[in-house]
């Protein structure tokens, strides 16, 4: 019997029992990278995780939620699907969540209707996923949505010439294609545009190009963690800043956890994003504590950690909506059109997309009073939608 229809039957069964009655635990799959190269973003979804139950509590209308962690250290749609099943017919949970790259959330859509969960997505950041089913919510971000701004930024600074440098893989086509939409519309051009394969780690050839082009900068997106460092560091020691080529990029490239290791060749780097660790009010500096707690210290927390806060606080809206019962259509109903204020500010769920609208920021790596490195909020572009979803 094929994987589909094994999950279908097993599913099927599922939804004949106990399922359908409020149960007494409401159980929460949680697919992200917490071993690997990537895992300290990992790290980060739990850490959202713990601490909005910390500052929450561990039940919902006396329903207890029970978190189950399922390692998936880097992209492999094969074996996240394969863990969804296992989440959804083994451990029967009633809501999947966390996924921190897109292949991975593409290969899990399938699987939703069938096992009547909804699935949360906390990072993974291609517009297209949201199209895949109707059982997906977003509480991150999408590189079209972070990205868009700067191609007005980039004109407003002077710049006219830019090379467009990504990986190759959906967001980071997502970025290329927005940024290049944005910054032609507003009277710039594209001169070049590279696509780097995801498994690049030497980014030399590439800053060869980049200054070949005799662009005036360097639009890039990698996605967050070590490849993203790599290319940053390249940029800095390969003589590119000092030669007056300016790096324009969404905030994967400058999450805080990377700025010590950056270093001072980091500051006055430009980038847009829907998060700053630094940001200032009061439900921030309340999360940041809290999750500081949960990852052991602040300087390791880094913007995967919100989507992870804000995504547990769609279910606890889900379990309360559906008082516990398996109803994923009722749950994702439930939570269309939310409005609450974030850790990053002001959010709410598109009805239409499912997708999160949220204020996006310029920044600029700046040096505290104690000499180190963050992102220092110098403007903000509110109630931002997905602009990839627009075009879908």
């Known amino acids: 019997m094929s994987g589909r229809k094994l999950l279908c039957a097993a599913v099927g069964a599922l939804l004949a029992g106990t399922v359908a009655a409020a149960a007494d635990t409401v159980k929460v799959g949680i697919i992200g990278p917490f071993s690997g190269p990537f895992a300290l973003q990992g790290k980060n979804f739990q850490a959202g995780v713990e601490a909005y139950m910390a500052l929450n509590g561990k039940s919902v209308k006396g329903h207890e939620v029970e978190v189950i962690y399922r390692d998936l250290p880097a992209a492999n749609p094969q074996q996240s699907r394969a863990l969804a099943q296992e989440l959804i017919v083994k451990d029967k949970v009633q809501y999947l969540g966390g996924v921190y790259f897109t292949p991975d959330a593409m290969a899990i859509t399938p699987l939703l209707a069938q096992a009547n969960t909804p699935l949360v997505i906390f990072n993974a950041a291609t517009s297209a996923i949201m199209t895949q089913s109707p059982l997906v919510v977003r509480t991150s971000f999408t590189t079209a949505q972070t990205t868009t701004p700067l191609g007005k930024i980039a004109i407003e600074r002077g ?179 939310m409005a609450w204020t974030s850790p990053r500010g002001p959010v709410s769920i598109d009805p239409e997309t499912r997708h999160v609208t949220e204020n996006i920021y310029l920044r600029e790596v700046a040096k505290d009073a104690n000499g180190r490195l963050y992102n220092k909020e110098i403007q903000t572009f509110p109630n931002q939608k997905d602009p990839g979803l627009a075009t879908q």
């Open 159 to 337: 710049i006219r010439k830019v090379i467009t440098a990504v990986s190759d893989y959906g967001p980071g086509i997502d970025a290329e294609v927005a940024f290049k939409k944005a910054f032609e519309a507003a009277g710039g051009q594209v001169v070049e545009s590279v696509r780097m394969p995801l498994s690049t780690n030497d980014f030399s050839p590439i800053m060869q190009r980049i200054r070949d082009s005799k662009a005036d900068a360097v639009f890039a997106f990698l996605p967050s963690g070590p490849t993203t460092l790599g290319f940053v560091k390249a940029y800095n020691e390969t003589g590119l800043k000092q030669a007056g080529i300016k790096f324009l990029a969404p905030g994967d490239l400058t999450q805080e956890s990377d700025l010590p290791a950056l270093g001072d060749g980091a500051l006055g780097l430009l980038t847009t994003f829907h998060y700053a660790v630094s940001h200032d009010s009061p439900e921030n500096k309340r999360f940041v504590e809290a999750a500081s707690k949960a990852i052991g210290g602040a300087e390791q927390l880094s913007f995967p950690a919100v989507g992870a806060y804000d995504g547990m606080h769609v279910i606890y809206k889900m379990i309360e909506a559906t008082d516990g019962k398996q109803d994923a259509k009722k749950a994702v109903d439930a939570v269309k059109g």
